[in-house]
Each structure stands twice: as structure tokens, then as C-alpha cells.
């Protein structure tokens, strides 16, 4: 049953699969005290569902196995904009693909074991999924706190499937950054506090992301021309990168629904009122961000490229009933007089 589940979990597009048991997760203590230094900023569902995190059971009861996939997002080009997007939002919300791939692998294993339950957890569940990859044998943290597989790299998702099946277990990845510290070094708001350590209020993703307020003035350069989300910490990682006469490590996705969309620019961003944000990015995970966040990123976008000829697009946004919005247009306005200025 376990190589079966194995090959139908391949057979459907997984890259990576792996079984783990259902326990607490190695990791548990770290990540309450992540929350108890206050690193998660306000994903304050992170401590609503701490006990579920660190208890994966209880979200399915007499759960025995955990079957984790992980899934290759990464793009075999980027797309020419003149901003940057995370490479994992580029394609389809993979919350939708994982998610269906998932269901049809649970349905399959209930045609053959019919008394067998599931669950379906792909990131919004609160499971750390990390750890049971880990016990899976799919990857290693990274001192960038990424899950990293030696031969493929980190830019791929992961997904769960907890069962009530006791299946074969795999043996948990083994693995190491060494002495590197191009992550940390890299990083352009110190979001790295020291390896394995992330501090989220900082990090790129975050601010971009899960941030609804303003996002910090100290913090806004840095962000440079980011508009969702950061690959920084992956791109100067070793093991996505390739290597003396050898292939890159991080392959294109094979998966048709995560090819590149077709992205709009920065000024039709910029001019975009919410039914036509909604449509422009229906089925992709940059909705995560809502109209008001994106539009927020793009002024700060805007005022770091300190292109006068977004002005009169940012000019708007200073009258703005938002109060975010009219912040972030005053500063990118600024950021474009200094370099007149400078000149």
C-alpha cells in the first residue's frame, strides 16, 4: 500500500513524496518560542492555532501517517516586468492545484482501502508542514529557514495528506548549509537574525503580504521593486543555483497550471480599481494581497524606481480616502524629488 500510494501520488505530478508518522513535530518548542519573541508580527493565526500546529492528531483523530508531497514551482523563465514577483505566485494559486491533486490521491487510496479517512492540508491548514517533511526524507531546513532537497534545491510547495492508515515510514532528510551564510548576507532587511531565525515583521513576503497596515518606512527601499512576495533568501541559495559542469539543481515545473501568467505593469497597477483586480488576478495567489495591499506595494514599487513618469499615477492616491495609500503615495512623491533633486 505504501509504494502504491507512492506511485499514484507521482503518477498525479508530485516531484517529491514521502510518508512520515503523525507526532508532535521535532520542531515544536522552536516554533513556540518563534511566537513568544513575537517574529510572527501579526499573523496572530499563528498563535490562535498553535495547538493544532504542534498536535497534528487532533486535526484528524486516529491519524497514523502523513503522507507529504512537494511539488517543483519553479519557472523555466521569468517574465519580463518591471517589477518582481515571487516565483511560486507566478502561476495558479497552488492552493487550488495542490489541493485537487490531493483529493483525487485521497479518493484513489478510499477505492482501495475504503475504512481509510483523510485530510487534506496544503499551507492554510495549520499543520507545520516542514517538520513532517522532514520526517518524510523530502528536505532539510536551511539557514534561511526554507526546506531544502539536496538534489533539487527549495523552490517547490508542500502538501499533506494525513490518514488513518499505518503505512512504511521513511527516514528523515539529513543535510546541511556548512558555512555558508549567502542568505543571511543577502537579505535585504536583515530578516535573517542569525541562521534558522527568521523575524517575519521584516522579511520581504511578510510586508508585502500578510502586513496590512503601512509597512515601515525603514524598511521601504529595501524592498526595492518587490511587488509580492521575495525570492532573495533562494536565488543566492547554492543549491538552487547550478553548479561547475553540472545542470541546475532547481528544474522547470513540469505543471502545466504553474507556467508564468501573462502579468499587467506597473502603471495599469497602478490604475486598477478593485473588479478589475479581482478579474486580472482571479485564480492566482497575488488576490492573497487584496487590491489595497497590491496597490500599496506598487506605490512603494514606484517610488523606488523614482520614475517621474509614474508621478501623475502616484499624484492620485495622495487625496485617497485610504490612509495606507495616501502614506505610500507622500513617500514614493518624495522618493522621486530626491532624485530630482540629486540631479
Given at each position: 500500500?505504501?509504494?502504491?500510494?507512492?506511485?499514484?501520488?507521482?503518477?498525479?505530478?508530485?516531484?517529491?513524496?514521502?510518508?512520515?508518522?503523525?507526532?508532535?513535530?521535532?520542531?515544536?518548542?522552536s516554533f513556540l518560542l518563534w511566537l513568544a519573541q513575537g517574529y510572527a508580527g501579526t499573523m496572530e493565526y499563528m498563535?490562535?492555532?498553535?495547538?493544532?500546529?504542534?498536535?497534528?492528531?487532533?486535526?484528524?483523530?486516529?491519524?497514523?501517517?502523513?503522507?507529504?508531497?512537494?511539488?517543483?514551482?519553479?519557472?523555466?523563465?521569468?517574465?519580463?516586468?518591471?517589477?518582481?514577483?515571487?516565483?511560486?505566485?507566478?502561476?495558479?494559486?497552488?492552493?487550488?492545484?495542490?489541493?485537487?491533486?490531493?483529493?483525487?490521491?485521497?479518493?484513489?487510496?478510499?477505492?482501495?482501502?475504503?475504512?481509510?479517512?483523510?485530510?487534506?492540508?496544503?499551507?492554510?491548514?495549520?499543520?507545520?508542514?516542514?517538520?513532517?517533511?522532514?520526517?518524510?526524507?523530502?528536505?532539510?531546513?536551511?539557514?534561511?529557514?526554507?526546506?531544502?532537497?539536496?538534489?533539487?534545491?527549495?523552490?517547490?510547495?508542500?502538501?499533506?495528506?494525513?490518514?488513518?492508515?499505518?503505512?512504511?515510514?521513511?527516514?528523515?532528510?539529513?543535510?546541511?548549509?556548512?558555512?555558508?551564510?549567502?542568505?543571511?548576507?543577502?537579505?535585504?532587511?536583515?530578516?535573517?537574525?542569525?541562521?534558522?531565525?527568521?523575524?517575519?515583521?521584516?522579511?520581504?513576503?511578510?510586508?508585502?503580504?500578510?502586513?496590512?497596515?503601512?509597512?515601515?518606512?525603514?524598511?521601504?527601499?529595501?524592498?526595492?521593486?518587490?511587488?509580492?512576495?521575495?525570492?532573495?533568501?533562494?536565488?543566492?541559495?547554492?543549491?538552487?543555483?547550478?553548479?561547475?559542469?553540472?545542470?541546475?539543481?532547481?528544474?522547470?515545473?513540469?505543471?502545466?497550471?504553474?507556467?508564468?501568467?501573462?502579468?499587467?505593469?506597473?502603471?495599469?497597477?497602478?490604475?486598477?480599481?478593485?473588479?478589475?483586480?479581482?478579474?486580472?488576478?482571479?485564480?492566482?495567489?497575488?488576490?492573497?494581497?487584496?487590491?489595497?495591499?497590491?496597490?500599496?506595494?506598487?506605490?512603494?514599487?514606484?517610488?523606488?524606481?523614482?520614475?517621474?513618469?509614474?508621478?501623475?499615477?502616484?499624484?492620485?492616491?495622495?487625496r485617497h480616502e485610504d490612509p495606507v495609500l495616501r502614506d505610500a503615495a507622500e513617500w514614493a512623491i518624495r522618493q522621486?524629488?530626491?532624485?530630482?533633486?540629486?540631479?
Amino acid at each position: 500500500m505504501t509504494e502504491w500510494i507512492k506511485q499514484y501520488a507521482r503518477a498525479l505530478g508530485f516531484d517529491l513524496v514521502g510518508i512520515a508518522p503523525v507526532q508532535s513535530p521535532p520542531h515544536a518548542d522552536s516554533f513556540l518560542l518563534w511566537l513568544a519573541q513575537g517574529y510572527a508580527g501579526t499573523m496572530e493565526y499563528m498563535e490562535r492555532t498553535a495547538h493544532l500546529r504542534i498536535n497534528p492528531v487532533e486535526l484528524l483523530p486516529e491519524a497514523r501517517s502523513a503522507v507529504v508531497v512537494g511539488l517543483n514551482y519553479a519557472p523555466a523563465d521569468l517574465p519580463e516586468t518591471d517589477y518582481r514577483i515571487a516565483r511560486y505566485a507566478l502561476g495558479d494559486d497552488y492552493h487550488t492545484v495542490i489541493r485537487e491533486k490531493l483529493e483525487t490521491l485521497l479518493g484513489a487510496i478510499q477505492a482501495v482501502e475504503p475504512a481509510a479517512q483523510g485530510r487534506v492540508c496544503v499551507d492554510s491548514a495549520p499543520v507545520l508542514e516542514r517538520d513532517l517533511a522532514m520526517l518524510a526524507g523530502l528536505g532539510w531546513y536551511g539557514k534561511n529557514t526554507c526546506l531544502i532537497n539536496t538534489p533539487r534545491g527549495s523552490y517547490f510547495f508542500l502538501g499533506v495528506l494525513l490518514l488513518t492508515l499505518e503505512l512504511e515510514y521513511d527516514s528523515p532528510a539529513h543535510g546541511g548549509c556548512g558555512t555558508c551564510r549567502l542568505c543571511l548576507d543577502a537579505c535585504p532587511t536583515g530578516a535573517l537574525v542569525e541562521p534558522y531565525q527568521l523575524d517575519a515583521r521584516k522579511c520581504i513576503s511578510y510586508l508585502t503580504i500578510e502586513l496590512r497596515d503601512a509597512i515601515p518606512q525603514e524598511y521601504r527601499e529595501a524592498v526595492g521593486e518587490w511587488l509580492f512576495g521575495c525570492d532573495v533568501c533562494q536565488e543566492v541559495c547554492p543549491f538552487n543555483r547550478p553548479r561547475a559542469h553540472q545542470p541546475l539543481r532547481a528544474q522547470p515545473t513540469r505543471e502545466p497550471r504553474l507556467q508564468p501568467r501573462s502579468l499587467p505593469k506597473l502603471a495599469e497597477i497602478l490604475q486598477m480599481n478593485e473588479a478589475e483586480f479581482a478579474e486580472r488576478f482571479r485564480g492566482s495567489a497575488v488576490k492573497r494581497t487584496k487590491w489595497r495591499g497590491l496597490v500599496r506595494n506598487a506605490l512603494i514599487v514606484a517610488g523606488n524606481k523614482r520614475d517621474p513618469a509614474l508621478r501623475p499615477l502616484i499624484e492620485q492616491y495622495r487625496r485617497h480616502e485610504d490612509p495606507v495609500l495616501r502614506d505610500a503615495a507622500e513617500w514614493a512623491i518624495r522618493q522621486i524629488e530626491s532624485c530630482d533633486t540629486d540631479v
